[in-house]
């Protein structure tokens, strides 16, 4: 289906005033305005003298996030001592992170360099719509990780009949395929509003609340949809999270040995703090009322769940992680003998 969004300028605002007061016809207002070409990403156009330096560093942390999971992927699949649930999904973790930073960190770094900071209308939906189904699997992607520590601490023995490899299939594809219908609804009702006036989206890329500010008169709709999307695809994998992570707090404090414990919690706690950076900077986000959005802070805590999550998961995981950091040093010793 055909995204035919429209931004008003200031001649046809009235216009449009007119046309929900019915004294003039949609159709004629639809053949006397201009179609939406193009949208204009402001990032920190307002912060001249620093986007050289923003530039440098997040090329650097792309280029180190691309490099980070990458190996993660290469590493898990080739060695036979990580081919386990838990290393399963931190591979499909990693493909996921470099899928969702590549959707929004080239364009930033593009508009840092350029003068023409234009993303086309098509492109603006696109990313959008790649950036929620992505973010939707990832919250549910580290639902899914939670749950597997909580099988693996809270019930060992029955560790491998549960998370056989049909479930982890399983859980690997209801994770991409949950947030698709969502995040295509919220889409195609962002895209086929009406934009007043300015074509500026105030961030560095098409997140819903800077687009949707934009927007020309009622948006009640695409504010329900969008704290229905959250609900379902933020607070319910988040409640998963605690959930399981509460269960395994209360198993490991049984554990009789200082190193036993220590042991249990050191296989969760890379992954819980994962979680705590990724959800908490995206709910504070999304959940706030319109009334207390401020699209600049938005714009810098969005560097919490976007630009920060797949830089940190491959050091996080790596370097606190024994036998992937044993893993890699084989790998190493294959290029480097």
Request: with cysteine; aromatic share 12%; proline share 4%.
């Amino acid at each position: 289906m055909k995204l035919t969004g429209v931004i008003l300028d200031e001649e046809n605002i009235g216009v449009y005033e007119q046309i929900k007061k019915g004294k003039v016809a949609d159709k004629d207002m639809r053949r006397n305005q201009s179609m939406a070409n193009n949208f204009l990403l402001l990032g920190f156009s307002s912060l001249l003298d620093l986007e050289g330096l923003f530039f440098t560093v997040f090329l650097t942390i792309y280029l180190l996030t691309m490099t980070g999971n990458s190996l993660i992927i290469i590493v898990t699949l080739t060695d036979q001592t990580l081919h386990n649930p838990m290393y399963f999904f931190l591979r499909n973790l990693s493909f996921l992170e470099i899928c969702y930073t590549s959707i929004i960190t080239p364009k930033m770094l593009e508009n840092l360099l350029s003068e023409d900071k234009t993303i086309s209308f098509l492109g603006c939906a696109f990313q959008m719509s790649i950036f929620l189904i992505t973010g939707a699997a990832e919250c549910y992607i580290l639902a899914a990780m939670a749950y597997d520590r909580y099988v693996a601490i809270c019930q060992p023995l029955h560790y491998t009949l549960i998370m056989s490899t049909r479930v982890c299939y399983e859980l690997i594809a209801a994770s991409w395929l949950a947030g698709i219908p969502v995040q295509l609804t919220q889409t195609f009702l962002v895209f086929t509003s009406y934009f007043c006036g300015s074509n500026e989206i105030n961030h560095f890329f098409c997140d819903i609340p800077a687009v949707v500010n934009l927007i020309c008169g009622d948006v009640s709709i695409n504010e329900l949809v969008a704290h229905a999307e959250v609900a379902l695809l933020a607070v319910i994998p988040f409640t998963l999270v605690l959930m399981s992570y509460i269960c395994i707090a209360s198993t490991i404090l049984k554990i009789p040995s200082v190193e036993g414990r220590y042991k249990a919690f050191s296989t969760c706690s890379s992954h819980l703090m994962v979680v705590v950076v990724f959800y908490g900077s995206g709910m504070t986000v999304y959940l706030k009322p319109k009334s207390s959005h401020s699209l600049d802070m938005d714009k810098f805590l969005s560097l919490f769940y976007t630009v920060l999550p797949p830089f940190i998961n491959p050091l996080i995981y790596s370097l606190r992680n024994k036998e992937v950091k044993e893993a890699l040093g084989k790998l190493l010793l294959l290029f480097y003998p």
